[in-house]
């Protein structure tokens, strides 16, 4: 019988957890800062159009481009409590507690989704521009390789 290994390793340059939770704080800081602003709101959603591009650069650079699917999850879940708040402030907290739980929760699938197609976007686009550094796959045929 052929024994024929195939490894498939995954190479993956530095750690993103600390660049993903500086981009949910600065969400955060930028959900509320829209909630709580009645008039001119493009400040806020272009500095999280910005914030959302950097954080794609990080993740194509470092080649974690995985993480663009869990990213806006973890930023709802650190932006939710402090949005609640927000719309407790400006709607009072009976109705801002019921509005906010109501458009918190449902309007993070349109931020989320947002997020999701930027950071796609961008990581993806420089992941493809950063090129690759060298074999994905591996195969060892029979005698070869770490198994011998």
Known sequence: MSQVVIQFRQRARGGASAPMFLWSLVMA???????????????AIVAGVVATAIFGVILGWRRRTGLVVVAPLFSWLVAWFPLIIAAMVRHGVLAG??????TVTLGWFVIGGLELVEL??????????RGRSGPEVVVFGPGEGPLR
């Open 29 to 43: 800081v930028v959900l509320v800062t829209y909630e709580l602003e009645r008039h001119g709101r493009g400040g």
């Open 97 to 102: 507690l019921l509005l906010g739980v109501l």
């Open 120 to 129: 796609a976007i961008v990581a993806t686009l420089v992941a493809r521009l």
